[in-house]
């Protein structure tokens, strides 16, 4: 159990805050007399952020055994060293594998990078076509009517002279040519490979330098230009 309060980082929204007893709860659970030496424990943490009030389940099992010896006192013998030999916390929710991803990032883009995250372990080629989707459905958000929508490949083609970053437009390339056999195993039943794990972990760090590059940074832009024009009308209104 931990000492309330304490600060906490909420894998749900990122934002830092302080749980109270309020958003704490915290149970241990008998242990069976065939497991005697373990303890169960169970925490429930909610964030106390408004717009977030997401949940954080963690169950914690722990073994211990006596090391030392024991003393006698009469007929009571007590063990005078007690050292813990294991220690586990499952993190039950969030979900194992739920990334950060902007709010105001496309709820159908969120679904499924997030949907990719949770079965990269189970099948790497279902996860890469997940990732395929979501750069597709990125692309077509981001740059609107300036690309004429048509196959994976030819809308990254066409971002060809308005990305600057070439190394950038190589791994959007990189990204659909990896999991192109992951979305279309028919066309050549020969062509169908396993994703490597390694290749899939570059896909998800592509993503991530899109939704750095074109949402957060324009997020960031836009925040500041209109904090900017605030003083700007501020600052005029105190000079009439
Ligand atoms: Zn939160």
Request: proline share 4%; aromatic share 8%.
């Amino acid at each position: 159990m931990k000492k309330i309060p304490f600060n906490f980082l909420c894998k749900y929204c990122n934002q830092p805050t302080s749980i109270t007893e309020h958003d704490y709860k915290f149970e241990t659970i008998e242990s069976p007399d065939n497991l005697a030496n373990y303890k169960f424990s169970l925490e429930i943490i909610k964030c106390p952020n408004p717009d977030c009030k997401k949940t954080h389940v963690n169950v914690n099992v722990s073994k211990t055994i006596i090391v030392g010896g024991r003393k006698d006192f009469g007929l009571v013998s007590i063990s005078t060293a007690k050292k813990e030999v294991f220690d586990e916390t499952i993190e039950v929710l969030p979900e194992y594998g739920v990334i950060l991803l902007p709010s105001y990032l496309p709820k159908d883009i969120q679904r499924d990078i997030n949907e990719a995250n949770l079965i990269k372990n189970k099948s790497t080629r279902a996860s890469a076509s997940l990732l395929r989707r979501a750069l597709q459905s990125m692309i077509r958000d981001f740059w609107k009517s300036e690309i004429i929508p048509g196959e994976l490949n030819s809308e990254i083609t066409q971002l060809k002279s308005k990305i600057t970053d070439a190394a950038l437009y190589n791994a959007m390339h990189s990204l659909k040519n990896i999991a192109s056999f992951a979305a279309h195993p028919e066309k050549d039943i020969s062509s169908i490979v396993d994703i490597e794990k390694s290749e899939l972990d570059q896909m998800f760090k592509i993503i991530h330098i899109l939704i750095k590059e074109w949402y957060v940074n324009k997020k960031e832009r836009e925040e500041n230009l209109k904090s900017l024009n605030k003083m700007a009308s501020k600052k005029k209104q105190q000079s009439k």
